[in-house]
Nanobody
Framework: QVQLVESGGGLVQAGGSLTLSCAAS?????????VGWFRQTPRKDREFVAV??????YYIESVKGRFTLSRDDNKNTVYLQMNSLKPEDTAIYYC????????????????????WGQGTQVTVSS
């Protein structure tokens, strides 16, 4: 089972940028996993944001053009670059690892993921 450590959150002004990191460890390399990103606020259930598998990147509509997924295989790390941040993006962000699925819809459900990071707070001030 892969273990994930998330970092990079913080406080930024609206329009600013943050890069979140999700570092994987354990015997199984991150190559065998897709990495999804979710966010959660006290008002809302955990919301799918984006997922990176080895062929495709998927984003929810509200973050398209602003958030970008990338990975560094040598570091077993996935990055979520967040630009043009809005107050509505304020949440605790979690990365999570899932097996590779042929159906993209499988990545949308939190129950598809085997391992979760501890979460990192992103706060966007207006």
């Amino acid at each position: 089972q892969v273990q994930l450590v998330e970092s990079g959150g913080g406080l930024v002004q609206a329009g600013g940028s943050l890069t979140l990191s999700c570092a994987a460890s354990g015997r199984t390399g991150s190559y065998y996993y897709a990495v999804g990103w979710f966010r959660q606020t006290p008002r809302k259930d955990r919301e799918f944001v984006a997922v990176l598998d080895w062929d495709d990147r998927y984003y929810i509509e509200s973050v398209k053009g602003r958030f970008t997924l990338s990975r560094d295989d040598n570091k077993n790390t996935v990055y979520l670059q967040m630009n043009s941040l809005k107050p509505e993006d304020t949440a605790i962000y979690y990365c999570a690892a899932a097996p590779l699925f042929s159906d993209r819809n499988d990545y949308l459900a939190a129950t598809s993921y085997n391992s979760w990071g501890q979460g990192t707070q992103v706060t966007v001030s207006s």
